[in-house]
T-cell receptor, first 114, second 113 residues
Framework: DAGITQSPRHKVTETGTPVTLRCHQTENHRYMYWYRQDPGHGLRLIHYSYGVKDTDKGEVSDGYSVSRSKTEDFLLTLESATSSQTSVYFC?????????????FGEGSRLTVL | DAKTTQPNSMESNEEEPVHLPCNHSTISGTDYIHWYRQLPSQGPEYVIHGLTSNVNNRMASLAIAEDRKSSTLILHRATLRDAAVYYCILRDNSGGSNYKLTFGKGTLLTVNP
């Protein structure tokens, strides 16, 4: 058990509303990631973090922002949700970071934007 | 970015070995080969990784070609619980982005009883 909790697990919202997804870890690992998964696209990296207040963009970062004010929490925010952001969002941690990079994933957050 | 190519789907019978292939002809010398799997309605799960030598763990074995342009994940005795999408991934080692793993579409493994 990698000690990763995502919340909320399910959310339905309307276009134009802000949404924040939370990823919480209990192991104080440095590296955390947000992915989205859509049919036909596999998993795509949105943003990742390599420390408190240290974040960087992934391949599909447009429309998303992240914050990491403490080690255990990595927040993903959709400032103004669009229907194209309907997806399953996975948070991941990497205990050993960039050297070998094994990731451990949360159970996912299913977001529907109407 | 170095890419991987996997078959879209494969079938196996329970208790038989399964060999899942992956081609990565543009792999660079320092790219690690990772395998993950994703069971239905769950997040991906780490399976195994390697650089040059074959690797074994309690879940599977990873056989890496001598030229590193391909690899094979071996499940020695498939069970129904091994039915999942299997992803072969190269660790992105370009431009300082050492931390991220880029997933493709994977191979859907069906295990028949």
């Amino acid at each position: 058990d990698a000690g990763i909790t995502q919340s909320p697990r399910h959310k339905v919202t309307e276009t134009g509303t802000p949404v924040t997804l939370r990823c919480h870890q209990t192991e104080n690992h440095r590296y955390m990631y947000w992915y989205r998964q859509d049919p036909g696209h596999g998993l795509r990296l949105i943003h990742y973090s390599y420390g408190v207040k240290d974040t960087d963009k992934g391949e599909v970062s447009d429309g998303y922002s992240v914050s990491r004010s403490k080690t255990e929490d990595f927040l993903l925010t959709l400032e103004s949700a669009t229907s194209s952001q309907t997806s399953v969002y996975f948070c991941a941690i990497s205990p050993r970071g960039g050297t070998t990079g094994e990731l451990f994933f949360g159970e996912g957050s299913r977001l529907t934007v109407l | 970015d170095a890419k991987t190519t996997q078959p879209n789907s494969m079938e196996s019978n329970e208790e038989e070995p399964v060999h899942l292939p992956c081609n990565h002809s543009t792999i660079s010398g320092t790219d690690y080969i990772h395998w993950y799997r994703q069971l239905p309605s769950q997040g991906p799960e780490y399976v195994i990784h390697g650089l040059t030598s074959n690797v074994n763990n309690r879940m599977a074995s990873l056989a890496i070609a001598e030229d590193r342009k391909s690899s094979t994940l071996i499940l020695h005795r498939a069970t129904l619980r091994d039915a999942a999408v299997y992803y072969c991934i190269l660790r992105d080692n370009s431009g300082g982005s050492n931390y991220k793993l880029t997933f493709g579409k994977g191979t859907l493994l069906t295990v028949n009883p």
